[in-house]
């Protein structure tokens, strides 16, 4: 006989037939959760093959075709050298991304953009799966996640290779899994939660905001699965492992990777001109005081942090990135809608509840004492979690709707709700192909290929030095690393106002920079290749 674990049904009262509403969704009776966890029907399944479908097909050809600027160059030159990126170090990330760099004969800087881009569309198929588990129409969770897939913020993450796709795509893993779990009581859910929670958490610590809301997902939903206290401790036991496990390997990677022959190394590149940190040859104590600057991020420590004036004013930018537009009214009547739909999933399944809400208020706390303006302050979490419970809310008024107006049985309204749903799909595939190009932060704004093609580093004379801020940096290492065998090329990684301190010091050689600073009198300058080369010799003494 099975137990409780293979055999959902056996004392659960949630596992009862559940009855149908309008839309071919699930409606719980009160006090009761959804039907613990159906198979996916074909009608499912044809909605996330349409998503997925028209997803990629909006998406592959705005991508860029190699090496990035800024952080997503720095996230494809980790990978491609299974170095060390800019602080908390996102190892995970960098590990995955090197692994998938092995495929033969494939561009590393591309395979890793590829893979930030499959990432954040699992994200989006979550969502779609996660509002059919909360009794959403597949269609109408299609259309839902096709808005979705046209918000600004969630489109600008999905065109370049950035950290905040994966992030999502494992924060919504591991709050399905625990839903998962907390349906059927198979532990192997818990501890796939557990995992995909504790790889974001170690590779994106303001994720650390939602633990709390976490736990209490597992507590109001997992509970009934410990039948004693034995297996409650055990349970937790090998959960609080799992998590800890990725910043475990997260502390080992820093340690081992943080040496000067490795080829990419930020800590040893950042610590060149500020020299704030002892050198990782000095000793245990050195090492591990490099390692702690490094995952926790102390660089970026004076962002943390504000008056109420400031968090106040943080929020504004908030709303305004949730939805482009500075109507306040346009804005109160989405979230009373999606407030409404939180109130359903709370009523419906608690569990999901708390993990919808959790994400959105954990990223909200973390924007409003972040002192940084942009795509560093990820509001991805929030909108995918405000999709979810709008999709819930719409879905819930269409079955209010039928049972007000129908004096049939609502299921009666039913193909009329899942045609709705359909031509939603089909409306909102049709506006995403014609709009894609006319939104923002299109993915071949990253694109560094050209610049590189420009300066056209194989033929640079002989012992160049490139003087570079931080965006044009990784696709100048990545092409010495990886596209040149130009060792004689130095690339210089600072600040302006420490340039000409460092060109005096290099004075004897082929000296360039990529922007024309003020620093700098422009008689020593002249433009060359897309670049400024600046000759010393004329330098008064």
Excluded at 60 to 66: D, M
Excluded at 93 to 109: E, S
Excluded at 247 to 252: E, I, R, S, W
Excluded at 522 to 527: G, W
Aim: positive net charge.
């Amino acid at each position: 006989m099975p137990g409780p674990a293979a055999d959902p049904s056996h004392g659960d009262p949630a596992a009862r037939t559940p009855r149908r509403n309008a839309h071919g969704g699930t409606v719980p009776s009160k006090g009761d959760a959804l039907a613990p966890w159906p198979r996916l029907d074909r009608q499912t399944w044809a909605a996330v093959a349409v998503t997925l479908l028209i997803s990629v097909a909006v998406t592959i050809s705005r991508i860029p075709p190699g090496i990035c600027i800024g952080d997503p160059g720095d996230l494809q030159l980790a990978s491609a050298t299974l170095g060390i990126m800019h602080p908390p170090g996102y190892t995970g990330y960098v590990t995955l991304g090197y692994l998938f760099t092995r495929i033969p004969g494939a561009d590393p800087a591309y395979v890793v953009t590829l893979a930030c881009l499959g990432a954040g569309l699992i994200a989006i198929l979550l969502a779609l799966l996660w509002q059919v588990r909360l009794g959403v129409n597949p269609w109408i969770a299609s259309a839902v996640c096709l808005a979705l897939l046209a918000h600004p913020e969630v489109w600008s993450n999905l065109l370049a290779p950035e950290v905040y796709a994966p992030s999502i795509a494992f924060l919504a893993a591991s709050g399905y899994m625990l839903v998962r779990y907390t349906r059927l009581g198979v532990r192997r859910d818990l501890f796939l939660a557990c995992a995909f929670y504790g790889l974001v958490l170690a590779n994106r610590p303001p994720v650390s905001f939602a633990f709390f809301f976490f736990v209490l997902a597992w507590w109001a939903g997992g509970r009934r699965w410990d039948s004693t206290w034995r297996r409650s401790a055990a349970n937790l036991s090998i959960a609080a492992a799992i998590i800890v496990a990725p910043t475990v390997y997260a502390f080992a990677f820093i340690w081992l990777r943080d040496r000067t022959d490795v080829a990419y190394n930020y800590i040893q590149q950042d610590n060149a001109f500020g020299k704030q940190l002892p050198e990782s040859s000095e000793g245990a104590e050195a090492k591990m005081k490099r390692v702690w600057w490094h995952m926790a991020a102390l660089q970026f420590r004076e962002y943390m942090g504000d008056t109420w004036h400031g968090i106040r004013a943080k929020l504004r930018w908030l709303w305004r990135q949730l939805l482009p537009g500075e109507l306040f009214v346009t804005f109160a009547a989405m979230m009373a809608v999606v407030v409404a739909g939180a109130v359903v999933v709370f009523w419906r399944c608690p569990p999901s509840g708390f993990l919808l809400c959790g994400f959105a208020l954990a990223a909200a706390v973390f924007v409003s004492i972040y002192r940084v303006h942009g795509q560093a302050a990820d509001v991805v979490p929030i909108v995918f979690a405000g999709y979810v419970l709008f999709g819930v809310a719409v879905s819930t008024g269409l079955d209010a709707a039928a049972r007000l107006f129908a004096r049939r049985p609502p299921n009666r309204l039913h193909p009329i709700a899942r045609w709705a749903g359909v031509t939603g799909t089909i409306l909102l595939a049709v506006w995403t192909f014609f709009d894609a190009d006319h939104r923002r932060h299109t993915g071949r704004g990253y694109d560094a290929l050209p610049f590189l093609a420009e300066l056209d580093i194989d033929t640079l004379p002989p012992n160049t030095a490139i003087f570079s801020i931080w965006p044009q940096s990784p696709p100048l290492w990545y092409a010495q690393l990886r596209r040149t065998d130009r060792t004689d090329v130095e690339v210089v990684n600072a600040t302006t106002d420490r340039w000409l301190e460092a060109m005096r010091e290099r004075r004897d050689r082929f000296l360039l920079t990529v922007t024309n600073p003020a620093e700098l009198d422009p008689r020593l300058l002249s433009q060359y290749r897309g670049v400024w080369r600046v000759d010393l010799s004329q330098e008064n003494p």
